[in-house]
């Protein structure tokens, strides 16, 4: 008996995590209403040019490409910059970022549309186009 009291309570705790987890997931979310979704963002390095991405494809740093956890490859997102307005379409063809405060790491290429190199990360709303 001292054993189920024991599974139930490693269950009980596991399920308790996975709710806390997934409701915290929506955190970087807002303007629902609008399709838009705020999360800050960063592009890849230098050393990542001409490297296989998960998907298979080169990476190249003047493509609108970017990477996401879980997107579909081939899913194309509207990435605006809160701060200007200025915005570019992506296509998810990797996964990433490894920062989880982060929804996606862009192309340099991407990057550049929207903001300057030098600023790093940036706050961004984005909508999924498909």
């Known amino acids: 008996m001292k054993t189920f009291y024991r599974i139930l309570h490693y269950v009980l705790k596991t399920y308790i995590l996975l709710i806390v987890v997934f409701s915290c997931g929506s955190r970087n979310s807002s303007n629902h209403s609008s399709g838009y979704r705020s999360t800050t963002v960063s592009y890849y390095a230098d050393k990542f040019d001409g490297k296989k ?20 490859f081939g899913t194309r997102v509207e990435i605006i910059n809160i701060d200007n307005g200025k915005s570019v379409v992506i296509t998810v063809n990797d996964r990433g970022p490894l920062k989880p405060s982060r929804e996606f790491d862009l192309s340099q290429g ?9 600023e790093g990360i940036i706050k961004i709303k984005y909508k999924i186009l498909k």
């Not at 190249?60 to 997107?71: D, E, I, Q, V």
């Not at 991407?110 to 030098?118: P, R, V």
């Open 53 to 72: 991405t998960v998907s298979g494809e080169t990476y190249k740093h003047y493509k609108m490409t970017g990477a996401h956890r879980s997107l579909s």
């Open 110 to 118: 991407a990057f550049k549309k929207i903001a300057s190199l030098n």
